[in-house]
């Protein structure tokens, strides 16, 4: 990978990881900016995506950590969920050097869009928690692992899959549910991460800058869900879904838009 390093694109870069961790620490869907970021930067595809996993990591254990000190999240809770999420997350990052997505990049605008719809039109969308579906057994060996095996697998929307799972399965109010998102997100993050930095597709030095942007975008953006709440959480869920199913559309059939 052969391209000039300049403060103008280590500022550009970092800015762009700061607005992605506060977007992506609320609703998810902060990967919109970034990859693209370092794509125009020179980076390769698969090193983009692999680079964007790094910051990725510094985003989601920051908020995560805010959500952990404020009492929103009791990591003893989630020990099952968390280590399907990550094997279900590796096992994803393995498949994906071996198998056509071709089916799931058809699939994908439109699961994502439907997600956006059921957070907008939803009457259980509230800061209230409800009757919970599932146990926490139970949405561990399936919501969390086939969320993780997805991340791994593909990626995008991954933070707003983790948030439904837990709004209708968990029974878990917005606010609660995008906490409890965003650890489970950190840990497919740091599982998708090792598995490329083992084939050696990480620009370090792009991905620790952003990093640190991420670190500030996402605790910014984890002090608005807990002041704000549901009033932010769902109608930037709502953008952002729209975004990420018009961006990926138009990567799909090659559809000029003017976003």
């Known amino acids: 990978m052969e391209f000039e390093i300049t403060y103008e694109l280590i500022a550009l870069l970092f800015a762009v990881a700061v607005l ?52 929103m ?11 399907c999420a990550f094997l279900g997350s590796a096992l994803g990052t393995i498949a994906v050097q071996m198998v056509d997505t071709a089916f799931l990049e058809t699939l994908l605008p439109f699961l994502i869009l439907a997600i956006g719809g059921y957070f907008l039109f939803s009457k259980k969308i509230s800061e209230e ?24 697998f593909f990626g995008p929307g991954t933070g707003s899959f983790f948030a439904l799972a837990f709004v209708s ?16 997100n950190f840990s497919t993050n740091i599982a998708s991460l090792i598995f490329f930095a083992i084939g050696g597709k990480v620009f370090w030095l792009l991905g620790g800058i952003m990093l ?6 996402a605790t910014l953006g984890s002090k608005m ?6 009033k932010i959480i769902k109608p930037l869920v709502v953008t952002m879904s729209i975004a990420m199913s018009v961006k990926l559309l138009s990567n799909q059939y090659d ?5």
């Open 20 to 71: 992605a961790g506060f977007i992506d620490a609320i609703a998810g869907g902060g990967g919109l900016l970034t990859i693209p970021a370092l794509m125009w930067a020179g980076l390769p595809p698969t090193a983009a995506l692999a680079t964007n996993k790094l910051q990725a990591c510094g985003g989601s254990f920051f908020a995560s950590l805010y959500f952990v000190r404020k009492g």
């Open 73 to 83: 999240v009791k990591l003893g809770e989630m020990k099952l969920a968390i280590g």
């Open 129 to 152: 928690d409800r009757h919970r579906v599932m146990t926490p057994t139970l949405f561990g060996f399936t919501a969390a692992f086939g969320v993780g095996l997805y991340d791994g």
């Open 169 to 184: 399965l968990a029974g878990f109010g917005l606010a609660k549910a995008t906490a409890h998102a965003k650890v489970l």
């Open 212 to 217: 640190i942007g991420q670190a500030i975008g």
């Open 225 to 230: 869900v807990v002041t704000k709440g549901t």
């Open 255 to 259: 559809l000029l838009f003017w976003l």
